[in-house]
């Protein structure tokens, strides 16, 4: 692999050595040498150059691979004059009989990088030989500049009076200018890394690891803030080899999409787009990116689902909890057809102000990306580990750094390189300040230096010894910001009501008029830069440096400066920006209220935008951010005492999002303090009592409160008018019938269900295909199997022009279902697999246990009694995990039948002993009793198996669901004998009606049991 690139190359060679050679005994010579390498790669290194290449005595610097930057030549020059006085220092150091010297070239200009794994890579062109002709021409302690390099470095670097130098090889003579050294600010802007090796190591060795054994790993990287993370991380970055693909992407406290900001802004980085993107736009930049990287078939399925990370993409249904699934399905299709043509590194930063459900979508794309060269880099303060103890648990390739910080040593070392011109004394009393921490040293040594630039020559020291260092850093960022001029500070002090973690000037213009030289001032002071490659946009250097000048706006200052904030804001589009919106109004309230609490003006309109801000959360797929933005609308809203029908609807929608995030306990609590706040509003009523009642439903299993919750909700939302509400509502409600055996109520609920979907003039094909699938499992038990088949392919039907791969899962499991039932074993068994594809790749663990079960049933039937039990035992260890109560039962009978099938009676009969303990409390017909009669009757305990089924039909019967008592009566006279089903004309009656209702599969499955059981006892 070759690649053209522009770099700046430095050559340094040492004058002294063939002299020095003579003068010292050979192994001293050697040692010496060795340690003159070892200064100038470190040198090198420390300014993310590369020693590339050894010819004699000389070294080989390249600035500007792999990556290059627009102060590559800056850092070049930079790291030749500390390489100058370093090696000076070591000769000095080692007392050796001559003076140790170098000369070195500096030129820029293009080469041919030829990457070779075993030397990584090699350089070569012009530009390299004319630097070692310049390198030549210099004197000894000497840097000689070529003309591009004198060019791009001009505004930092000081030299001599131009040199014209005669090359071998290059017509005529080449122009050369020495350096004299470099302005001020230069150096601080090219601050080399200090230390860190051992973590740089282990972060390159982990990528090499990662490329060798093709597999994921999640590195973790962890320390106080200003301890040097994101440093560590650009240096590992830089360092990568050539044809690495780096994405990286940054959380931060506040964003619109919440969940995934960091996904969305990597990838919008990918691409070259800001988040104000036309939509058609950025769709067809994904497109193409995708179409580069994937296979044509999975591009339009890759780009849907990390399009919804984007905003992309029409809301589908209601499986909130899916949609990260979904989002981190495409990223990991991404990232795989990425990595299929060079190794991928992730880097995220600040992910401790990501949100949960984010932190989870990158442990399990690790965990799913397992077979692929991808190197996740997580960064954050140590709040992370605190709140996520198991942060990284159950990933084998997962690698935790705790960064410490400095020595006492390298703290002066950095005290040094920071401060130019600092004495060591002064560098000491900073280091010993600094507690080790990069960024306290790098601000304090900033602060010396305007000291220094102000004070006469001279005195410096006298000023910095002679008093008190600030205490702390928050003190020394505060006194370099009141240095600043007016304008600069001005500027700084408004830029900090921004939170995010970067700002775009039309922003900052809503407060104050910004100039682009009062930006190069604050560019030059060290407070702001530039994002790479993002015009207009700009970044606090550290979040520190934010806090400390937010800290200094007054509280009058701070609300109106959110306040004008926030109106721009609106006035420019009060639907783009709502979370921000509401931010800002909550900041200028809560400054308001601390001004004057009897002013509540501001908090009002900070709790209306914020719990609009919550509503709209909840309608996408934020839940969590959702509760966030109700709960901060309510700590505004005052004493409880005063709470009215406002509360009670801001405490409906946490409990609707804490449901959703399945915080059952917390959501019962929010939605019954709605109603108490709230019963009199018709809207707390109709969504309160609702997800009130299906909680006492399921999780409570309180029939009837959850009648009366039900009623109260479907009466609220009837007299609303709401379709949407009254769908749903109707939706949960019929399951109380249902489980209390009353089947017409339950039909009656659900097809009112589908009526009201229907009639809904926007469409709801959701609770369409909800209603559909569910009236199938209401027909199976009283009418044809063909009617289930066609309710359930009217609900796939749906789901599929819905485009929502949840929903088609649900209703193909249900298909799957009446096929079998049917004897068409074939279509059942490859529409089943679908259905638990999808579920496995959602995690929708719940759904995964009962699509296995519905499997492994049809694996059953079609002899495939291995996969049966391997598809059962999994849904069964899926049901305890989840600790489920409805259809764990059914999980267990199945394989216990698929054990006595096999002939495993041992095993069956151990299946069943640890249930019934776990089933003790359930219903008689919801408990696994009649493969109870199926194993004693194979144990040879005819009698007791026999009273057994005789008593569950009985059971069945007083139930009255005709299908079911049909297909009981069949099997207990089929296994049991005509007599224990009361007789062989009931039996033969209830095969008839198993024709005509086309059950098949009850008709065959008692005969196929019967031979493959009974003939291995
Ligand atoms: N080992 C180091 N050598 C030189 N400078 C460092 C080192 N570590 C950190 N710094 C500097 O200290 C400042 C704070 O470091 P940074 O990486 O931003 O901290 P963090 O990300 O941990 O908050 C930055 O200016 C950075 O360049
Ligand atoms: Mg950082």
Redesign the pocket.
Known sequence: MEERKVVTVVFVDLTASTELSALLDPERFRRVMSAYYAEVVEELE?LRGRAENFAGDAVLGVFGVPTSRDDDALRAVRASLDIQQRVADLGERLRLPVPLRVRIGVNTGAVAVVADPSVRSVVLGAAVNLAARLQQAAEPGEILLGETTRHLVRQHVEVGPRRDVVAKGFEGTVRAWPVTGLSLRTARRT??????KRELALLSDTFDRVTETSRAHLVSLF????????????EFRNALPPGTKVLSGRASALEEDETFAPLAEMVRRELGVESDVDPALLREKLEDAVEGACEPVETQQIVGRLGMALGLGADTGEEWKYRVAEVRAGLVGFVTGLARREPVVMIF?DLHLAQPAFLELVEQAVREARRVPLMVLC?A?WELLEERPDWAGGIPDALTLY?EP?TSK?SVA?AL??GEGLDPETADLIATHAGG???F??ETTGLMMHEEADAPAGTVRETVSGRLLPPTVQAVVAARIDRLPADARRLVRRASVFPRSNFHVTDLERIVDVREETLATLEDE?LFVREEDREGVWRF????LRDVAYDSLSKRERRDLHLRVAESLADEDPDKYPRSIAYHLEQAAKASLDLDPSDRSLADRAIGALSAAGDLARRGIESRAAVDLYERALALAGPERDWGVREARILTGIGEARYWLGEFDQAAGALSKALEFGIDDIRVRTHASRFLGDISLSVQGDREGATRLFDQALEAARELGDPWALARTLLQAGWVPYWSDDLPGARAAFEEALAVARGNPEGDPWAEARALSTLATIASSDSSQEESLRLGEEALDIGERMGDPFTVAVAKENVANWLRRLWRLEEAKRVSDESVETFRELDARWELASGLITRGLIERLRDALDDAERDLREAVRLCRELKERSISVWATRELVKTLLVKGDLGEARAVLSQSTTEAAERAFLESPVFAEALVLLAEGRAEEATALASEVLEHERARGWPNEIAARTWWTGALFGPEAAGGSAQVEAARERLEDVRWIEAIREPESMKKAAWSST
Do not use: C, T, W
């Not at 601050?191 to 860190?196: E, F, G, S, T």
């Not at 320390?223 to 650009?234: D, N, T, Y």
């Open positions: 420390s601050i080399p890394l200090v230390n860190r320390g106080e803030p200003g301890i040097g993370k994101s440093r560590l991380a650009e930063e960064v303060r960064l400095l390298h950095l390189e920071a921490n990069p960024f040293i790098v060290e250097r550290h979040g520190l």
